[in-house]
């Protein structure tokens, strides 16, 4: 049993010109070419390439800060990328179920996330003030924090 993909399709001349006329009719490509901010005809002969060589691996190219930056591309500070994968971090232990979580415990029925509010449904017209008031009276009371 062999792990490797089918070959991929090799386009003929003909072909690739059809192919080149769809990929620049594509409204598409024009937005991802301005959000790689690539120039669009280079963009195209990107495409072009790997659809003309299909086994071609695209290459990893490292550039210095300083070019990126010149280029308006904000670099992360290494605080920032810390305190993101941190952030990421805590939500996942905060989902995630512990082994000795206690099976009747109303929070852990909670699949996959903390639980949320719905969303209102009434428009503010519907709304009476007076029941409102009341209602953000009790939240607020403390009688109904169960947690």
């Known amino acids: 049993m062999s792990t490797q993909s089918p070959p991929k399709k090799q386009y003929t001349p003909d072909e690739l010109a059809a192919l080149r006329k769809k990929v620049v009719a594509d409204p598409n ?14 963009y195209v002969n ?3 390439h790997f ?7 695209p290459q990893l190219q490292i550039v210095p800060d300083a070019e990126l930056e010149a280029k308006g591309v904000k670099i992360p500070k290494v605080e920032e990328v810390k305190a993101y994968f941190d952030e990421r971090l805590a ?6 179920k512990s082994k000795f979580a206690d099976p009747n415990s109303q929070r852990e029925r909670v699949t996959g996330a903390l639980p949320t509010e719905p969303p209102a449904t009434a428009k503010p017209e519907e ?3 007076d029941l409102k008031a009341e209602f953000e009276r009790e939240r ?8």
Request: hydrophobic content about 45%; overall charge positive; cysteine-free.
């Open 91 to 96: 939500a996942a232990q905060l989902t995630t």
């Open 127 to 129: 709304v009476r003030d």
């Open 140 to 147: 607020t009371s403390g009688k109904f924090k169960k947690f």
């Open 29 to 42: 490509t024009k937005v991802i070419a301005d959000s790689l901010k690539v120039p669009f005809e280079e």
């Open 51 to 57: 659809l003309a060589h299909p086994a071609a691996e």
């Open 46 to 48: 990107q495409v072009m």
